[in-house]
């Protein structure tokens, strides 16, 4: 009888260890799947600046913020200060670690009247440091003022007014560069607000410009730059709600977004795990 019991015990502990063995082999298959779901690549974490004078930011914001993030696997940040008043020196940029957290920050402010050097150099050293920028339109007039070239430096450009409202035909110079890939050879945008080019920086590198006709020149309106160990798009284009709202535009904004992260590939494609995120 006791023998029996022991017969028994035994044959319940041997199922038991069967049981259990199982049991750590699907545990071993789920652990597997979600070491699979987290290795899924991480959005890249972009901060948007916008605000000041001039321009529509309140639908800006939406815009790029819907545009961008139907093209590109992105988290954002919205940071949206100084009102409508070109000489807010907004909160964000008071801390000197403004930008840490983040993998690159879109910049869409309009702070013209902006002077003050220091400030202006804290602006800067964020991308100095290395954290990539893309610059639209009226950054590059934002603090152009200030005594100060640290700013001028990270966005490549120097620029201190524009010419008349007109729709602007953009002429694609570096077809085969990533960025412009899948860009018309010239694209006439619906409406303009050209900036004139007094200065290209040494690192500064054009990609498209412009004819103007107030000055008789071509300007250049997109480009890349390198600052430090920093990688910087820019375009002077997006005064205009209905040129940014294109896909020429946001598809345009999005590489150049991808490129200055590293993102991109060399056919003008998101690399894996980048793209939009129905195919991550
Ligand atoms: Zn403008």
């Not at 450009?157 to 409202?165: A, P």
């Not at 570096?174 to 006439?188: S, Y």
Request: glycine residues 8%; aromatic residues 8%; positive net charge.
């Amino acid at each position: 009888m006791i023998h029996r019991q022991n017969k028994r015990i035994n044959i319940f502990f041997g199922l038991a260890l069967a049981a259990g063995m199982v049991c750590l082999v699907a545990g071993q298959t789920t652990a597997a799947e979600t070491t699979a779901t987290k290795s899924k690549v991480a959005p890249l974490k972009v901060l948007m600046v916008t605000g000041g004078s001039s321009h529509d930011y309140d639908n800006q914001k939406s815009i790029l913020e819907k545009g961008i993030a139907a093209r590109a696997n992105i988290q954002w940040t919205i940071a949206h200060q100084g009102g409508k008043d070109r000489n807010q020196m907004i909160e964000l940029f008071k801390s000197p670690d403004w930008a840490a957290k983040y993998d690159i920050v879109v910049h869409n402010q309009c702070f013209g009247g902006v002077t003050d050097v220091a400030f202006v150099e804290r602006v800067a050293q964020a991308h100095y440091a290395g954290v990539p920028a893309v610059i639209i339109h009226c950054t590059v007039h934002s603090y152009r003022h200030a005594k100060t070239d640290a700013w001028r430096k990270v966005i490549g450009v120097s620029s201190f007014s524009h010419e008349k409202h007109r729709p602007l035909a953009v002429r694609n110079l570096q077809a085969k560069h990533p960025i412009m890939q899948g860009f018309p050879k010239v694209w006439n945008t619906p409406n303009g607000e050209l900036y004139k080019i007094d200065k290209m920086w040494p690192n500064c590198k054009a990609l498209a410009t412009a004819f103007g006709e107030d000055t008789q020149k071509d300007h250049t309106c997109i480009w890349t730059n390198t600052i430090g160990k920093g990688k910087v798009f820019g375009t002077t284009i997006g005064h205009h709600n209905e040129t940014m709202s294109t896909d020429v535009y946001l598809d345009l904004v999005t590489r150049g977004m991808l490129w200055a992260c590293d993102k991109l590939d060399d056919s003008g494609k998101p690399k894996p795990g980048y793209g939009p995120p129905k195919t991550k």
